[in-house]
């Protein structure tokens, strides 16, 4: 999958858990545990996006500087000629 689309998936799931915790109607089964849910599970998907969005960016600059790099060899090459 390209880098943009795992961004962009991080970024949604970062957006839907901060929406779990404002947004979740209570209900009438184990209140105590939904408590709990609501809880800590956002924040954990919340962790999960970031994860995936620090490391799209990550390996976005990494294929820049890559790219770079190659047009200096390539350039490199050509004045040596």
């Known amino acids: ?3 943009m689309g795992k961004i ?10 901060v929406a779990a915790v404002v947004g979740y109607p209570e209900y009438g089964l184990l209140p105590a ?3 709990v849910v ?7 998907v919340f962790l999960i996006g970031l994860f ?4 799209e960016l ?3 600059r990494i294929e820049k500087e890559l ?5 200096k060899t ?4 050509r004045k040596k000629r």
Do not use: N, Y
Not at 38 to 44: H, I, M
Not at 67 to 71: G, L, N, P, S, T
């Open 58 to 60: 990550d390996e976005l």
């Open 38 to 44: 609501k809880g800590v599970l956002p924040p954990f």
């Open 52 to 55: 995936i969005v620090w490391l």
């Open 8 to 17: 962009i998936i991080g970024a949604i799931l970062m957006i839907g858990s």
């Open 67 to 71: 790219k770079a790099e190659e047009r």
């Open 74 to 77: 390539r350039s490199a090459r």
């Open 1 to 3: 999958m390209h880098p």
């Open 33 to 35: 545990f939904i408590t």
